[in-house]
């Protein structure tokens, strides 16, 4: 398929660095001449995609934040969102990829300090911006909703030699949108104890998904003395998947966890940003060092999601047998970013939180609507 001109224009949410408000932009896509015919396409070894729907995460916030002044310099359109869905209007010669022209798609896109995907169109390289075809069972909300938080679910169970089967797990955070996935994905494994960290607001949730016994955060603020109660009652962790962070269980945690069990963060030991957070992740990469050193009883590892790690297909089939079920908390409109973040930065919601950028003329399956909805 060919488009009719060289040039794209579109809107973008985009940011100079974190001294700047996040606004809505014009950006450009340039195309190259069609070599079979007339016409222009995408670039060679890219993939163009329509975004219609992009989903926010903490860290999209987070970087934000994080983002020095002098980067500004560098690129003063620094867009924001890492997820989306959407579909493939064309693909540029020797693109290595499955999805073809015309498919309907999700996936994460991966420069950290270039593009986003809360805009209009987005043009990725396949080779780290992993993309895959939609599952039918599942509308674009909810396609673009999940490939950050259940590919880094997927991953903290790949890491470290995992056998889920009759094992012991420990999640917590189960109430975030990975923690939610981390507790689907031990419970379709096959462990057979699986205890979460969460509130009682989402109890009888994380219990539907798998958990076995649950401790509640908010009467027990530090986790140490439970999960010492529940290594008393039912025996050593063989994994701890951590999605909140945190480092209570660190004074016992050769109590706590089996000699050559796993413990895997994504957070570490202070969540959050500032100084506290800057010494916590110090800790827990001295910790993750330690660990591939073999001075641990156990393994260690403050980890982030490998982008290239062919994770993108197996969590798309996942959904598409009705394995996982997806959460989302609400929709909003383009132009009401910055409220969305809002109400991720909130810590009030109950799924992802999703931005609709254009709705596709697909049928029924294009939306759904999800309490609360902003549209009212």
Known sequence: ?????????????????????????????????????????????????????????????????????????????????????????????????????????????APWFDKGSCAEYLLLDPKNSPITTKPRNIDFAEASSFPLVLGTAIQMYARGGIKLANSKVLVIGAGTSVGRYAVQLARNGGAKEVVTTNSPRTADLIQSLGATSQIDYRKNPNLLQPVLESVKSSGQFDYIIDCWGGDDLFAEINTIIRKGGVYNTIVGDAPGTGLAALLGGIRSIS??????????????????????????????????????????????????????????????????????????????????????????
């Open 287 to 376: 910790r993750t060092i330690g660990s591939k050193l073999g001075l641990l009883n156990y393994k260690y590892e403050l980890m982030l999601l490998d982008f290239n790690a062919g994770w993108i297909d197996e969590a798309r089939d996942m959904i598409a047998d009705g394995k996982l079920k997806v959460f989302i908390d609400s929709v909003w409109p383009f132009d009401q970013l910055n409220d969305a973040i809002e109400k991720l930065e909130s810590g009030t919601a109950q799924g992802k939180v999703v931005l609709e950028v254009s709705r596709p003329n697909t049928g029924a399956e294009s939306v759904k609507q999800f309490p609360p909805n902003p549209f009212k």
């Open 1 to 109: 398929m060919s488009l009719p001109n060289p040039t794209i224009t579109y809107k973008a949410w985009a940011y100079k660095n974190c001294y700047s408000p996040i606004r809505i932009v014009n950006e450009t896509i340039e195309l190259v001449k069609n070599p079979r015919g007339e016409g222009y396409i995408a670039p060679r070894g890219k993939i163009l995609i329509k975004i219609y729907y992009a989903s926010l995460n903490p860290v999209d916030y987070k970087t934000y934040e994080t983002k020095p002044a002098i980067l500004g310099w560098l690129n003063s359109k620094q867009g924001f969102g890492r997820d989306f869905a959407g579909e493939v209007l064309s693909i540029g010669e020797s693109t290595a990829t499955n999805v073809q022209i015309g498919d309907f798609v999700q996936g994460l896109y």
